[in-house]
């Protein structure tokens, strides 16, 4: 784990390419929320990171959330002003989980899962804020909905149409956005139309009645984030820049 003096340094570091990043594409930097990804990483460093001012964080497995929660809230307490953001995807079993302790979701891509969330949410009274995943890329790995061709195929906006409207309605539940990933590997340009091809397609629903608000676009990590940011993503998720290579 980081000396929490290189984390400082590391945290500025992606403070200012945020904000470098927001400020080329006239934006307000301050509209972007950085989700310091802590996946693999111990309870401690979540602490650490909430000492120099972090607050949103993300995991990608509900169990692993549902074991760090508790050990950072024993440490700061319920009201650390700490959001907890699932970032991967929720298998039906453990969706309890996912239901109990994240505060915000960004990996729906099942309606399947979609309804067990909701149930689970409805029995405890929580809502959770989600983001469906879309795979812009038509990389056969991805999760996340088909919208590799959503320019041409109207079947494909259907299917995110229905689930947006689904997610909506059902009880727990509440639609934030879009979520995507970019491809491994590729060049700039690849990365930087995919998303911007995501943020055409938030606009693309909104002009069409789909959604009444602006949405929220989770996209870009620590290798593409400044190109995310470029192209419209209000939340990046950022793991490696922040706090080094994961060991596993
Ligand atoms: C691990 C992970 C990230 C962060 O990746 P880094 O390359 O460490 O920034 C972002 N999003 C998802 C879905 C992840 O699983």
Redo the contacts with the bound molecule.
């Keep these: 784990m980081l000396e929490a003096s290189e984390l400082r340094e590391r945290r500025d570091a992606v403070l200012e390419r945020i904000t470098a990043a927001a400020g080329r594409a006239r934006r307000d930097a301050a509209a972007i929320t950085l989700i310091a990804?802590t996946?693999t990483w111990p309870a401690e460093l979540v602490i650490a990171a909430h000492e120099i001012g972090l607050r949103h964080f993300?995991e990608?497995r509900p169990e692993e959330l549902a074991d760090k929660r508790p050990l950072v809230e024993a440490a700061l307490g319920g009201d650390s002003g700490i959001v907890w953001h699932l970032?991967?995807p929720v298998q039906s079993r453990k969706s309890g989980l996912a239901a109990s302790h994240a505060d915000a979701f960004?990996?729906l891509d099942r309606s399947k899962i979609a309804r067990r969330l909701s149930n689970d949410l409805s029995q405890i009274g929580r809502t959770l804020p989600s983001f469906i995943e879309i795979n812009i890329s038509g990389e056969a790995t991805k999760h996340g909905l088909d919208l590799a061709d959503w320019e041409t195929d109207a079947t494909q906006r259907e299917i995110l149409r229905t689930m947006i409207r689904h997610t909506a309605e059902l009880p727990g539940l509440s639609f934030s956005g879009l979520m995507t990933?970019a491809p491994w590997d590729v060049e700039p340009d690849v990365i930087r139309s995919v998303f911007r091809r995501t943020r055409e397609l938030s606009e693309w629903l909104r002009a069409n009645g789909a959604v009444e608000r602006e949405l929220c676009l989770s996209m870009g990590?620590?290798?593409d984030f400044e190109i995310a940011i470029e192209e419209g993503a209000t939340h990046v998720?950022?793991?490696?820049?922040l706090f080094g290579e994961?060991v596993r």
């Design positions: 990804v996946k993300g990608n970032i991967g960004h990996a990933m990590m620590t290798d998720r950022v793991g490696r820049a994961r």
